[in-house]
């Protein structure tokens, strides 16, 4: 299962009923919750599928970028 950020950009709150179509999606876990974003675990194809019906959120595949270690090493 990949992870997903799905970004309401319409006005106002997030719609209750884009809500509840989201979290009844098979196999479909809410990881976090904010007030714009839902962090998702699902499939890739049924996430696609879903955000074809709800024109007002924005898919984008959660990426980990690595920080560098900041602090000084001994040069040998």
Known sequence: ???????YE???EKPVDDL?????VPKLKVVDDSSRMLLVEAPNDSVA???ATL???????EVFVPIPDP???VRQ
């Open 1 to 7: 299962m990949e992870r997903f950020i799905l970004r």
């Open 10 to 12: 319409g006005a106002g």
């Open 20 to 24: 509840e179509k989201i979290r009844a």
């Open 49 to 51: 599928g879903l955000i």
């Open 55 to 61: 024109p007002e959120w924005k898919l984008t595949k």
């Open 71 to 73: 602090r000084p090493r």
